[in-house]
């Protein structure tokens, strides 16, 4: 069987191949149909150099008719030869995704240039903060000597970032030599009704953002989904799962409330992180600091003396609001929803430098 992570790239020779467009123009990771016969065999591709050229034509033709059927492939094989073969396709060929069949000619993975090049590139990838807090976290957490840690993403949706940080996790994990273990937390039926006012009534109703879990389930490749409502499973998590250190959170669950709970689990055991833990804030940018994520960051500094959240104010940001801002633009304001969780009593916050020279 086709890896069901996969099947979202597949079609057949007589799918409509509008049904192919759709694939190359909203699969941001991986814009690449795989043409395939009843045996599950690829026998054909379409990206944007099949669609483009005949792009007004398309409602009359299937994808059988427009696929390249003399299209490059890699067979499936150890990594690092996987990931050579590909650089060198790569650099030689405009493409930008990849097919990896196994012996029976069905496709088994994808591979995008990407990943083939995912430290010069990440940060023009979607979710691009991720692979930047996820990235420079892993770095710092094999400096302080970790060989395994964990990232959350709270609040999932339908899994759009989830997808992405289990696929950078992927790439960092080979690049930093550290194990990298994904969860994500959501309810897995949208967002509870506003409490009051702190949790934005302004914008958020109920069941806002509700979540196919099966369907998501399907997609990802061993992140763990810890369904439920986060005031409740953040008091157990830690207990049930007992996770690697943690070293990157992001946080996008629009309430004040559930933001509480996550912050609240940041004062159990040292042992349960890294010492300065990277954090995300999704709607720091769009809330003010008596509501949300912002008033849940700043009440959480006032009550704790030795664990604290930093920088803790992120202005509000109004030019991203009100324009229309290029993807550019949008990128680098996201980068100010970064912030650090200090903990200055775990036993190995202190440096370990031993000579003064400064590195
Ligand atoms: C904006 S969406 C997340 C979008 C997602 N991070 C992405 O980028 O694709 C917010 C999510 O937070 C979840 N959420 C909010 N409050 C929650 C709570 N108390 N418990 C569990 N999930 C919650 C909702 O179910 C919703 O799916």
Redesign the pocket.
């Known amino acids: 069987m086709i890896p069901s992570q996969l099947q979202r790239n597949v079609v057949r020779t007589d799918t409509p191949a509008v049904y192919a467009h759709y694939i190359v123009t909203t699969n941001s990771l991986y814009p690449l149909a795989l043409v395939c016969d009843e045996k599950d065999r690829l026998i054909g591709v379409i990206g944007s150099g099949e669609i483009n050229p005949i792009k007004n034509d398309l409602i009359y033709q299937n994808c059988g008719e427009i696929c390249n059927s003399n299209f490059c492939f890699l067979e499936n094989g150890s990594e690092a030869s996987i990931y050579s073969k590909a650089r060198n396709i790569f650099a030689e060929k405009q493409l930008i995704t990849l097919p990896i069949i196994d012996e029976n000619k069905m496709p088994v993975r994808l591979f995008g240039k990407w990943q083939a090049f995912f430290r010069e590139s990440y940060k023009d990838l979607p979710y691009f903060f991720y692979a930047h807090g996820l990235l420079s976290a892993a770095k710092y957490a094999k400096k302080q000597g970790y060989n395994r840690i964990s990232t959350i993403?709270f609040?999932?949706?339908?899994?759009?970032?989830l997808i992405h940080m289990e696929l950078y996790a992927r790439e960092i994990s080979r690049l930093a030599n550290i194990e990298i273990d994904v969860y994500g937390?959501?309810?897995g039926?949208?967002?509870?009704s506003p409490r009051d006012y702190r949790d934005c009534p302004q914008e958020w109703i109920e069941g806002d953002?509700k979540?196919n879990i099966n369907g998501l389930q399907s997609q990802l490749y061993k992140a763990k989904l810890v369904i439920g409502?986060?005031?409740e499973s953040t008091k157990t998590f830690l207990d049930r799962f007992n996770p690697a250190p943690i070293a990157f959170i992001s946080v996008?669950?629009?309430?004040y409330?559930?933001t509480t709970a996550i912050l609240d689990m940041l004062l159990q055991d040292h042992k349960y992180y890294v010492p300065v833990v990277t954090m995300y804030f999704?709607d720091v940018l769009d809330t003010m600091e008596f509501q949300g994520e912002t008033l849940a960051i700043k009440e959480f500094n006032a009550r704790n003396e030795t664990i604290k959240i930093s920088p803790e104010h992120t202005r509000f940001d109004e030019i991203w609001m009100h324009s229309e801002s290029s993807i550019n633009d949008w990128k680098n304001i996201h980068l100010s929803a970064m912030k650090w969780c200090s903990r200055f009593e775990h036993p190995l916050y202190t440096t370990k430098r031993t000579s003064n020279e400064i590195l």
Request: some cysteine; overall charge negative; hydrophobic content about 30%.
């Open positions: 993403e609040g999932v949706a339908g899994g759009r970032g937390f959501d309810s039926k949208g967002l509870y953002f979540m409502d986060i005031c996008d669950v629009d309430h409330t559930p999704d």
